[in-house]
């Protein structure tokens, strides 16, 4: 999920939390502390929410540290209470509130989690028991933006700014937010089931069968069947009964789910996992100790391209690899590409990452 639609699902959580009157009850006083301003709850679950996604400051480690940290140490559930305990404080310290630290702490805890949530809805998943473990865990069936569920989180503000008086309107649009992800979890069902049937009719011995979320739809889908050396992929709606045709001057969300396929129009494509050009080489690259970090990190991986330029003991190889789950019809550009290269054969392979604008760049 971007970091402005997690930031903007805790100010509408930090507001539900927060009446508008304050409590009289001495028990809800005792178990969360005195009640603070509507605004100071808002600005709280805003600040709190965005905060697991500071690890982008790990780009400035290097490209390898944000790989493997993104979505880590920040995003746990482990670490979860000491994050709420500081974004507590540094709140009573910043409203000047030390009464009310325990109020401050539970919003701040709150809010985290919600983004801890939104991340975990999506198919790249976040490290919930980071640093005991670097698993990664996602239910896989939101797109990383998803405009219903931002814009139910914008009219559930909106409508909270209409009515300052009642929670009732932040409350809703908390509620309605589950049914949205219900409803894509329904679509990843749907795709899943017609992978499974292909596999089955087309006599797959499958190792993987999956599916990820697409973008304008919930019932837009990748499928994969991937049997050990070969993926099968198809895009897909698994609710749409023909084609769906478009015109340069449709709007972007018609343009961008035209090229998902009525189930009964599947278009399947085979990519080989280690090439056609130098499989023994791209397998080679695939097992070095070195490239562990990508296995960890790729759900479908593949050979993007194999590079020789040179030639003799000079020649230079390089061996290039993607995720398939970063690639779908629209995309231009194909992101997170990691390969090997090497300046002659025998030679030792170092790690490099690709760019289209900055090009090869050494991973430290």
């Known amino acids: 999920m971007d970091t402005l639609t997690h930031a903007l699902s805790g100010a509408l959580l930090g507001r539900a939390l927060t009446p508008s009157r304050p409590a009289t009850s001495a028990r809800l006083q005792r ?21 697991p996604d500071s690890d982008f400051v790990l780009r400035f480690v290097s490209d390898l540290a944000y790989l493997r940290g993104h979505r880590g140490v920040t995003h746990s559930l482990v ?11 540094l709140a009573s310290l910043a409203f000047g509130r030390r009464d009310a630290l325990r109020r401050y702490v539970l919003l701040a805890a709150a809010a985290i989690a919600i983004h801890i949530a939104g991340d975990w809805i999506t198919q790249f998943g976040t490290m919930l028991l980071a640093p005991l473990s670097d698993a990664r865990f996602g239910l896989g069936s939101v797109f990383i933006i998803d405009l219903v569920f931002s814009g139910i989180i ?15 309107p932040a409350m809703a649009a908390l509620a309605l937010l589950p049914c949205w992800v219900g409803l894509t979890v329904v679509g990843r069902s749907e795709a ?13 011995q499958a190792r993987i069968i999956d599916a ?10 990748s499928v994969f069947v991937f049997d050990g050396t070969r993926y099968h992929v198809a895009h897909v709606n698994t609710r749409r009964s023909a084609p769906l045709l478009v015109t340069p001057d449709d ?30 080489l ?7 100790p070195q490239f562990g970090f990508f296995r960890w990190f790729a ?20 061996v290039w690899y993607r995720d398939l789950r970063f690639g779908f019809p629209g995309r231009t550009s194909v992101p997170f590409r990691f390969g090997m290269c090497r300046a002659g054969p025998g030679r030792e392979w170092a790690l490099f990452a690709l760019d289209d604008i900055a090009g090869r760049a050494a991973l430290r």
């Open 282 to 288: 791209a397998r080679e690259v695939w097992e070095h």
């Open 212 to 221: 990820a979320p697409r973008p304008a739809s919930p019932f837009n889908w």
């Open 251 to 280: 709007h972007f969300v018609r343009r961008f789910s035209a090229p998902y396929q009525p189930l009964s129009l599947a278009h399947w494509e085979s990519y080989e996992k280690f090439g056609v050009d130098a499989p023994a």
């Open 31 to 51: 178990w969360f502390g005195p009640s603070v301003p509507v605004w100071q709850g808002v600005t709280l679950g805003f600040a709190a929410a965005a905060f």
């Open 154 to 168: 914008v009219a559930g503000l909106l409508a909270s700014a209409a009515v300052r008086r009642s929670r009732v």
């Open 79 to 89: 670490m979860l209470p000491f994050w709420a305990l500081l974004l507590g404080w």
């Open 299 to 318: 759900m479908y991986p593949l050979v993007y391209r194999v590079e020789t330029n040179g030639a003799g003991a000079n020649a230079e190889t390089c």
């Open 192 to 204: 899943l089931a017609f992978a499974h049937d292909y596999a089955a009719r087309q006599g797959i």
